[in-house]
């Protein structure tokens, strides 16, 4: 009985894989086996036709040169365009046959076709595409391979792709070059040229009109406007004369280029015509149209590229910092987001929160007023001898921000910054600097206690007359036993209320650091109150004993 149940069960085993196999095994093979028109690798095609009612053109890939249009005129082709294409003449499927083997052509328009795609590769004899008529429907378009009398559909979306005039092949792109690599810029307008450059250390700065870091943002968006400007139209491929199109004595021009030479690419506007301005190209001598939008994008004022911020950097880039504080050196050091500790004067854990938010407010400490760092102005503004300097180590910076903080305005609603590598003073908002401690016991940490609660495992508040110790439940994690006065329960919520007092516990007033203080002379030899917590010693956390006395 057992041999012919088990029997059962392997032959039901069997049928379900088999399934399995014809369902999903056979559907795979059946899609990758799917029919195509031609037989074609992308890669292999050194050239293309295209005949339309309107003429036919002519695209080849040439050495060192790519995709170049090479008939009726000789221009670089669109890449991107080509490459929808191909990929679309590579993967037509006759899947939508309409007729296996068609006795006349002309029924749908192949015997004088309306497209004609031709597309060779090396010696091979090259792949034939004609397109007809559309279908009564206004579907799709009636197709074929040349010197196949089977007919089916292509959409009216691949027909698109194919039907492509010598102007939709051109390349629209007016300059070619990796903006990643570019280190300068130059903007030269009627009166006014700007110059910016890439430092070695990866600050944009201003060399001309006058010389300040740059604003990043700025020189980014010039750089990415020039490198991805498209003509709306190929105006003139051989003028004559640059004149009537303002391109004789350009409105303004832009320049890109980078320190090995390989990038120099200049572009030139002209006149504005309606919803468009003339535009040269310094890669070739055609005479473009593109959006009027385009000036305002190139034509840039030079104080948009004053940095507005008084100093480059991220708050989070920050490792290490020292500050002088008249005549105090502190050292910090940062461990995690949210762990800075003081190594110099003391060592001892720092004020996460003050060190965090100083560091933010001087990322965007905005620049109210530019002051040329004149001696007498350096002097006047008190960072001759500042009271305050700081020194931050930036990641992947050779050299640290250095910030000096001069004296401050007479309303007090300012003060006079400067970084010493710099010639100019800033005037910032006063309230930038609020989170500078006075002196080194201030950037000692505030909160007197720093655990988390779900490490604590032993819980003990000692009174006089009275003792209460909890513990944690080693297997029920979310469960605390009381071990005095009683054993017994606890409750849950009063242990984590607790843990709320101890946590938002932080000092108003550092009276010492003395580890020798006398504790008698503040009541500490004698506590009224001791809280003891034992925190860690699992899941790769440090055992630690916290004591508070008061």
Excluded at 129 to 140: A, H, K, Q
Excluded at 200 to 209: A, C, L, N, V
Aim: charged share 25%.
């Amino acid at each position: 009985m057992s041999g012919g149940r088990n029997t059962i069960i392997l032959c039901g085993l069997l049928g379900i894989l088999a399934a399995y196999f014809f369902v999903f095994e056979a559907g795979k093979n059946e899609v990758e086996e799917i029919e195509r028109v031609f037989d074609l690798e992308v890669e292999a095609v050194t050239q293309i036709k295209i005949t339309t009612e309107s003429g036919s053109t002519v695209v080849e890939k040439v050495p060192l040169e790519g995709w170049q249009i090479v008939d009726p005129l000789r221009y670089p082709a669109d890449v991107a365009v080509l490459r929808t294409l191909l990929n679309e003449f590579a993967t037509l499927s006759p899947a939508r046959t309409v007729a296996d083997s068609a006795a006349d052509l002309s029924e749908y328009g192949l015997d004088f076709p309306s497209v004609t795609v031709k597309v060779s590769s090396g010696l091979s004899a090259p792949n034939v595409l004609l397109v007809g008529d559309l279908n009564p429907t206004g579907s799709s378009y009636y197709a074929a391979a040349q010197g196949s009398q089977r007919v089916f559909f292509i959409s009216r979306g691949t027909n698109n792709h194919f039907r492509k005039s010598v102007e939709a092949l051109r390349d629209r792109l007016l300059v070619h070059f990796d903006k990643d690599k570019v280190d300068e810029f130059v903007i030269q307008k009627r009166g006014e040229r700007i110059v910016g450059k890439l430092d070695s250390i990866g600050t944009w700065r201003i060399h001309e009109p006058f010389k300040l870091p740059a604003e990043r943002n700025e020189a980014i968006s010039l750089i990415g406007n020039m490198h991805g400007i498209k003509a709306l139209t190929f105006v003139d491929d051989a003028p004559k004369s640059l004149k009537p199109y303002g391109l004789d004595r350009p409105a303004v021009t832009a320049t890109v280029k980078s320190r090995d030479g390989q990038i120099n690419q200049t572009i030139s506007l002209g006149n504005v015509e309606g919803n468009s301005i003339y535009i040269l190209s310094s890669e070739r001598k055609t005479v473009y149209s593109v959006s009027s939008d385009f000036l305002s994008q190139i034509n840039r004022d030079s104080e948009l590229f004053r940095r507005k911020t008084a100093f480059s950097f991220r708050s989070y880039e920050v490792p290490k910092m020292s500050m002088q504080l008249g005549d105090e050196s502190v050292s910090l050091v940062k461990r995690s987001f949210e762990d800075w500790r003081m190594t110099s004067p003391f060592d001892m854990r720092a004020n996460d929160h003050m060190i965090n938010s100083l560091l933010d407010s001087l990322e965007v400490m905005w620049v109210r007023n530019y002051i040329p760092a004149s001696a007498a102005n350096v002097k006047r503004y008190g960072l001759d001898r500042a009271p305050i300097k700081l020194s931050l180590i930036i990641e992947n910076r050779p050299v640290p921000q250095d910030i000096l903080i001069g004296a401050t305005s007479e309303d007090g609603r300012t003060i006079y910054v400067q970084d010493p590598l710099e010639e100019w003073i800033y005037e910032v908002s006063s309230t930038g600097v609020k989170n500078i401690p006075a002196t080194a016991l201030d950037v000692r940490d505030k909160k007197i206690l720093r655990f988390k609660g779900y490490q604590v495992h032993m819980f003990e508040v000692i009174l006089p007359d009275f003792r209460v110790r909890v513990r944690r439940d080693q297997k029920q994690k979310t469960v605390w036993k009381m071990e005095a006065p009683v054993s017994q329960n606890a409750d849950a919520v009063s242990v984590g209320r607790a843990f709320d007092v101890m946590d938002s516990l932080y000092a108003e007033v550092f009276i010492t650091a003395d580890p020798d203080a006398d504790m008698a002379s503040f009541g500490l030899d004698r506590p009224y109150l001791e809280v003891t917590m034992q925190i860690g010693g699992r899941d790769d956390v440090p055992e630690e004993r916290l004591s508070l006395l008061v």
